[in-house]
């Protein structure tokens, strides 16, 4: 038996095209088209009100026993209130608080102040110790006799009338314009301040 092979065969049938499949041609894509979301429904819920703060101008109660707090004080407070946008209410709340608390303070260091000027003179060099009342009668002729009784207020009240350099000044003013040895009146008594003995008191 002959092999024989497709080269040395005597068939000269020739072996089967192969058919190609066609080509596929190939088209662009069609470009994507993003889905459309719909607009944003407005909420209808209506928005909160606002919260309240600081007003146009600041109307505050008066504040028991606070002499301090003037117009000047309270301007500076309301501008600090205002930068923090406080309300009216809340605002009137910290000044009630802490106007009391100040005020007091104040009247204390005034208190302890005056004491101190009131020890000074009781012991001053000059015209303190033993002769200090005699010394403070010589002061209140000159007092009553150059001094308005608006400067005797004044000194009165604001407890400057018991510094010392006051009484000093009064007390040299006194032995300058003295002709004869000063004896000390009867209305000076020991209970009084100094400055109720120099200026008077101003009680009503």
Known sequence: MTTE??????????????????????????????????????????????????????????????????????????????ELNLTQDNAQKILDKVAPMMAARSAERFEATNQEWVAQATTDKEFGGDKLTENLAIAKSAMDKFATPELKELLNKTGLGNHPEFIRAFYRAGKAISEDKFVPGGDV????????????????
Do not use: C, H, W
């Open 189 to 204: 008594t020991p209970t009084q301040s100094l400055a109720e003995r120099l200026y008077g008191s101003t009680k009503k």
């Open 5 to 82: 092979t497709l080269m040395t065969s005597g068939d000269n049938t020739q072996p089967a095209a192969t058919t190609q499949p066609p080509a596929v041609v190939s088209t662009p894509e069609t470009a994507a088209t993003p889905p459309t979301t719909p607009d944003k429904v407005e909420d209808a819920t209506p928005p909160a009100d606002k919260p309240e703060g600081a007003p146009e101008k600041y109307e505050f109660k008066p504040i028991e026993n606070a002499a301090a707090f003037d117009d000047a004080v309270i301007g500076a407070f309301s501008e600090v209130a205002k």
